[in-house]
């Protein structure tokens, strides 16, 4: 994978995105994209691959209000998801053709990142099959694909924590 430069640290404008690891009663991704005021939200119980052959389910779930991109901690037993959260990935996205709403509605949402872990374009896809809230998310075969089913580090990008 092409390393970044510094300069790709800057703050770009532009819309946010954060992956949180999850250990709950499954440990999950979710997949948080900013859209219309707040961050929509996929569990992914696999987690991203940057392998376009593989197809991981993302479950979508409630949106969460934008301040919850920052949250690493731990919610309390007895609450809903409780269990550990990092801050596993995040950064800016750019949707590709129409925005995360009108994907939503069309059952397809196609998105760049730019985060520190992730790059590059990937789709979420609804299944026409099973529940509503059933979608794949898929790397594009651009330039930040890879053929191998590569291991992505665990540790949190805003605090080192894994
Ligand atoms: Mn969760």
Request: proline fraction near 6%; aromatic fraction near 8%.
């Amino acid at each position: 994978m092409p390393r970044r430069s510094p300069a790709d640290d800057r703050v770009t404008p532009g819309l946010r995105f954060v992956i949180q690891k999850h250990r709950a009663s499954h440990l999950h991704y979710d997949l948080r994209l900013e859209s219309e005021g707040v961050l929509k939200s996929w569990a992914i119980p696999k987690g991203p691959s940057l392998n376009p052959r593989d197809k991981r389910l993302a479950v979508q779930v409630e949106d969460h209000p934008l301040e919850y991109a920052d949250f690493e901690g731990v919610i309390p037993e007895g609450e809903y998801g409780s269990g550990e959260v990092i801050v596993w990935d995040r950064g800016n996205y750019q949707p590709v053709g129409r925005s995360v709403a009108e994907g939503l509605r069309e059952g397809k949402i196609t998105f760049r990142l730019n985060g520190k872990k992730l790059e590059g374009e990937f789709s979420l896809v609804r299944l026409k099959s099973g529940g509503e809230n059933d979608w794949l998310l898929i790397k594009a075969a651009d330039e930040f694909a890879s053929r191998k089913t590569v291991a992505l580090d665990d540790l949190s990008v805003s605090s080192a924590r894994t």
